[in-house]
């Protein structure tokens, strides 16, 4: 909030409750300098601790602002509002305009903003969105944004919003007889959306289609000797294999058919002897499917032999590859798919600026990216496809549609059961498959007929 000594925030926080924990919560609050993106010690102006308890139970909580050792702020104080949440994920699309509005400036027109407000069961009324400023105009048209139900109206449709569609100057209207108003907001969209669950899309035939893409550069070993990433023990699974079973015995649970596409990258090989980084392990083209995650760990032995380890580490190729068939699923009859490609990779790759292009491509696709990193390589340039520290954008600036991928390295769980494993990396699908079909506005029923189709 610029400028201003009574900041009223529109960002809502989503914390989970326990009742049986005392869950302690502490606030702060910066003066933030201007061109400066983090705020320092200098520009404290005050914080106040509580447990979550006392906000559930009061609903409304203001403490007094405390400065650094518990000298007081004079007569700051931040005043904390609480909401349960309930099971209605929908959200409202609105986007408003104005038209005609007052000049407030001097030197140039006004820089409109829209606030809109939830009328309480009390009488107060509760911020909920905030638009951005549209600088020099009087006639806006703020961006379309996306308010929860739960935000909006606690999911009540008959709460009031106040929304001030005349806008009165109070001077202007005591002084002018012929005084109409001072300009007009229009509400010009305003779309309820409905989120399904995963399960409403699996049990309305959401088929996953798995595909692996393994790493081949020369950088794992000679498969030969037993220090290899890809010896293959007669007892003992390598950590390809072991990632490779983990996530692919509950993803087949989700596709019908059991056949699963496999690749490999960063290989010579047959019959011509060229470097690969897209090349099916059962080397057949037309048709690179495994009959079942078997089936995968079966061609991936036979293939060793017949390969050359070599390199680079690039895996763009084998995306823009997945990406593709995950387009043509999206724009076919197989509105149903939704693709799940896991690349198990032993170092860190050589086409990152590649890799984020794709990445980017693919985020508005029915796809996600699991990476897995095999063995003790620095994996410390990987967490910047994982998006987990920021918004991943492409090397032309182009953010991500969607979070799509997650990283994370094998030996984090190399002494962990498979599950562990299979846990760790899957959990966000099922949040990525919801926002890619409630984003394109498709629904289990229409996704039930594509199946039966």
């Avoid at 309820?192 to 995963?198: D, L, P």
């Avoid at 693919?362 to 994996?379: C, E, Q, R």
Wanted: glycine fraction near 6%; include cysteine.
């Amino acid at each position: 909030m610029k400028s201003t000594q009574n900041p009223v925030f529109a960002k809502v926080f989503t914390v989970d409750y326990y009742f049986e924990e005392v869950q302690r919560l502490r606030f702060e609050v910066f003066d933030l300098a201007p061109g400066r993106l983090v705020p320092k010690d200098d520009n404290f102006l005050g914080g106040a601790e509580c447990t979550l308890g006392q906000i559930v139970s009061q609903r409304k909580v203001t403490k007094a602002l405390m400065l650094k050792q518990g000298k007081s702020a004079g007569k700051s104080t931040i005043t904390v509002i609480a909401d349960e949440l309930n099971d209605n994920n929908d959200y409202v699309l609105l986007a408003f305009q104005a038209k005609k509005l007052d000049d407030k400036d001097f030197f140039s027109k006004s820089d409109p903003f829209l606030e809109t407000f939830r009328l309480n069961d009390d009488g107060t009324q509760q911020l909920v969105y905030r638009t951005e400023v549209v600088m020099d105009n009087l006639n806006p048209m703020w961006e379309p944004f996306k308010v929860s139900i739960q935000s909006l109206c606690c999911c009540d449709y008959e709460r009031q919003l106040k929304v001030q569609w005349d806008c009165i100057n109070p001077k202007y209207k005591a002084k002018k007889k012929r005084y109409k108003n001072s300009g007009v907001v229009v509400l010009s969209q305003c779309k309820i959306i409905k989120i399904y669950s995963f399960l409403e899309y699996i049990m309305g035939g959401c088929q996953i289609q798995f595909t692996v893409a393994i790493d081949f550069t020369a950088s794992n070993g000679d498969p030969q000797n037993s220090c290899s990433l890809h010896y293959i023990h007669p007892y003992q699974p390598n950590e390809y294999l072991k990632a490779l079973v983990a996530v692919g015995e509950i993803c087949q649970d989700y596709d019908s058919d059991k056949m699963f596409p496999a690749f490999g990258f960063g290989a010579k090989i047959p019959p011509y002897s060229e470097v690969s980084h897209d090349f099916p392990i059962n080397f057949n083209e037309e048709n690179p499917e495994c009959a079942g995650i078997q089936g995968v760990v079966e061609e991936y032995q036979n293939s060793l032999p017949k390969l050359q380890l070599y390199g680079p580490t690039n895996i763009a190729p084998i995306i823009s590859r997945v990406a593709r068939t995950a387009a043509e699923d999206a724009e076919s009859q197989q509105a149903s798919q939704f693709s799940i490609l896991l690349i198990l990779t032993d170092g860190v790759i050589t086409d990152m600026a590649d890799t984020r292009e794709a990445i980017v491509r693919a985020s508005w696709l029915p796809m996600s990216i699991i990476i897995v990193g095999i063995g003790s390589a620095d994996f410390a340039d990987m967490q910047i496809l994982d998006g987990d520290d920021g918004v991943l954008r492409s090397p032309r600036g182009e953010a991500v549609a969607r979070d799509i991928v997650q990283f994370v390295p094998f030996r984090d769980f190399k002494n962990a059961t498979p599950d562990a494993l299979a846990k760790c990396v899957l959990a966000e699908v099922p949040k990525q498959v919801v926002e890619y079909f409630s984003t394109n506005e498709i629904s289990p029923k229409s996704l039930l007929s594509d199946f039966e189709h």
